[in-house]
Nanobody, 124 residues
Framework: QVQLVESGGGLVQAGGSLRLSCAASGRTFSTYTMGWFRQAPGKEREFVAAINWNGRSTNYADSVKGRFTISRDNGKITEYLQMNSLKPEDTAVYYC?????????????????WGQGTQVSVSS
């Protein structure tokens, strides 16, 4: 069982940066693929990024490639999402997720545990 708690969301101007954190509980954190998803108002939740168990392999949605960086610190049992060059269309609730599937999995069903979400708002 893994419990996930996101933090770091907020309001930022377009072009700005934010870093999201996802603190996990549970001794098996280092064995899980970790991911970030987001859900904008009126839209379905979508994949943002994922990272494998040791942090050496990552996968990104085309919409965030080159702007967002996913990372993890297994010693601190925490996952991060560094978001740079933010755009108004990045506005969404961001969710942390953990699962046993591959880091190139992008479907929600591939992730077993979810955080409660943190709001990111980008003003133009």
């Amino acid at each position: 069982q893994v419990q996930l708690v996101e933090s770091g969301g907020g309001l930022v101007q377009a072009g700005g940066s934010l870093r999201l954190s996802c603190a996990a509980s549970g001794r098996t954190f280092s064995t899980y693929t970790m991911g970030w998803f987001r859900q904008a108002p009126g839209k379905e939740r979508e994949f943002v990024a994922a990272i494998n168990w040791n942090g050496r392999s990552t996968n990104y949605a085309d919409s965030v490639k080159g702007r967002f960086t996913i990372s993890r610190d297994n010693g601190k049992i925490t996952e991060y999402l560094q978001m740079n060059s933010l755009k108004p269309e990045d506005t969404a609730v961001y969710y942390c997720a953990a699962g046993t599937s591959s880091y190139y999995s992008t479907a929600e069903d591939d992730f077993d545990y979810w955080g409660q979400g943190t709001q990111v708002s980008v003003s133009s």
